[in-house]
């Protein structure tokens, strides 16, 4: 467990421009698409003929991240990535971002600077230029906003509504980890409130734990379909829970599912997490949050491709819409499926 | 005064998704531009071979806004209001809009409706889609991100580096209304703290009021300058007051300027604020903030077709760099031109 208002340099003595200035110093521009990055009205963004692609996400203090636990740099790497997945979800290339904060005075710069170094990290990783935000200040906690622009072909784009029926239904890496992580997090935060000698106890869950404070948006699977010239009839990319979030596939498309309990990918260390807690690990897979693994659908004849590429798993396939949205459990029972997935609005009030 | 948390409907009613659907079901989209709006993992847009800029600017409550005096149906205005003028100020047409907020469970579904129906007047007005955003919660107060996206043929961007000696500065409308109508709504507001049996004595002011709570992107004066066909060497918004946006244009053109200070265009709402609060109202105009007009550099040969463009000033000449930056005054004294504009940074240690 972690103080981040430690000792350091208060803000107040670099001013709003000169905190910019500071923070963003070292950003080099990478793509010819960033004609104007940071230090204008805007930025200029030259995409030419393709489609421009853009989403953005808010994160908050308390909400989205409690920095009791979550280490400034992990938390700014991690607000890139989460916005990323987002481009990579509609088969896109993510090329630019924009990173707004609000800070309270109990920041220094030298935290700041930490926040950064993740979010730098996670330009370089993702290959993408900063190219502008807003700095300014909060009464209360940490506000990050983060903007992801990106490019794609027209006829490359997947969207949420292109699924068909008997399309094949697949899913990149391992689901509930990250909310594996969290129950971790949130156990050894509560032991520590109660007795602030006793010291957390995290060995043997490095995976489950690094899933929750440092995601990865799934770039590399985004380039292995661009190789092997697979154009998904739709994805999204997991932040809800993989119940909640086949669930909009299915009804933007208007079509039915079968999801097969036994195929769903889940690690060991998330196995270990549910049992040490008396929880059904089908739980965290099926509606634990925050995996930003990509969800998506392919017709069936590119059945021979998908099982080339590693890392991806079929596990289940799209039916008729009046089929009804079913989980087949282990028992080979049909259930419908329930959007249970993270909910920031409902949280506040449980 | 007014209370924000009346008596409405619970937004975890709704939940998050339900809560969007509501707050975007009358969305229609206006642009060839905007290929797919609110609901997939992004917005697609296709600016085809025009240049795409993009700002974004983070409002909080206690620091941008105060919900003690602002409507919400006000707030949700200026806050595409101040994005979109940011667009303007690189001489280009905005055409689409990212909103995202968090807010508390103090807010009500009406709380949230009229928050909207600011937002799409302000879509209607300044012509723009609103294509995404994101939809959290707060633990704390009322936290607004507003992304916008705007075009530009090359040739036609203004940037803050092009003023060149002998240029003529201009600046749009008049300058200090915003903040004397800031320091109106602040003055009735302790009245109102120590005694709540008084009420608020507003009358006769509404143009500075207005100036505050619902400015205008000036869309009219950018839609002059293309009818005039001027492109300014130079241009930025007046978000930080004209002292601190003209030493912007400065450093960034790595020139000189000389204002005159009674050539600077002051409303007579504002004069009056200026000699009630005992006040020098030359400080409202050149260090307040928050007026969103337009501050730009023509060269000198386009003076006959500024002098056309109604409600636009010159207020002085670019200097070379080694002549510095200065105000001329009335008595015809130089003092040389400090940045003490509205600072979102510092403001917390006052």
């Known amino acids: 467990m972690q103080e981040n208002n430690a000792k350091g340099t208060d803000i ?18 990478k793509h010819a698409s960033t004609n104007v990055g940071i230090g204008d009205d805007a930025a200029v963004l030259d995409y030419q003929n393709k489609k421009t692609v853009v989403t953005t ?56 600077d930490e926040f950064y170094e993740g979010i730098n990290l ?49 899913v990149s890496g391992n689901l509930g980890a990250a909310f594996a992580g969290l129950q971790l997090l949130e156990r050894e935060k509560r032991i520590f409130d109660n ?64 999801i097969y309990e036994e195929k769903i990918p889940v690690d060991y260390e998330t196995h270990k997490m549910a049992e040490e807690l008396n929880m059904n690990y089908s739980t965290f897979s099926l509606n634990g949050g925050e995996d930003y693994e990509l969800l998506f659908t392919v017709p069936l004849d590119r059945f021979d491709a998908i099982e080339k590429i590693e890392d991806v798993k079929v596990i289940g396939h799209i039916t008729e819409i009046s089929k009804g949205k079913y ?16 909910n920031p609005i409902e949280e506040e009030e449980n």
């Open 57 to 112: 996400d808010l994160l908050l203090e308390g909400i989205h991240f409690d920095l009791m636990y979550t280490p400034l740099k992990h938390l700014g790497y991690k607000a890139i990535a989460v916005n990323v997945s987002d481009i990579y979800a509609m088969n896109a290339l993510p090329k630019q971002v924009t990173v707004s904060i609000a800070i309270s005075k109990r920041f220094t710069i030298e935290a700041m």
């Open 195 to 258: 007795n602030p000698a006793m010291q957390p106890d995290l060995t043997g869950h490095d995976y489950i734990l690094e899933r929750q404070l440092k995601p990865e948006a799934r770039k590399d699977i985004y380039e292995r379909l661009q190789e092997a010239k697979i154009v998904p009839t739709s994805m999204i990319d997991i932040s809800d829970g993989l119940s909640s979030d086949i669930m909009h596939i299915c009804e933007e498309s208007k079509v039915g599912c079968q």
């Open 122 to 170: 996670a330009c370089e990783t993702y290959n993408v230029d900063l190219v502008g935000g807003d700095t300014t200040s909060s009464l209360t906690g940490l506000c990050i906003s983060v903007t992801a622009i990106g490019e794609a072909e027209a006829d490359q784009l997947a969207y949420r509504n292109g699924a068909k029926e008997n399309d094949l239904i697949c």
């Open 327 to 342: 989980l087949v459990t282990r028992d080979g029972v049909e259930i419908e499926l329930q959007a249970q997935g993270w």
């Open 12 to 29: 107040a003595t670099l001013g709003e421009f000169g905190l910019i200035k500071h923070l963003t110093k070292n950003i080099k521009l």
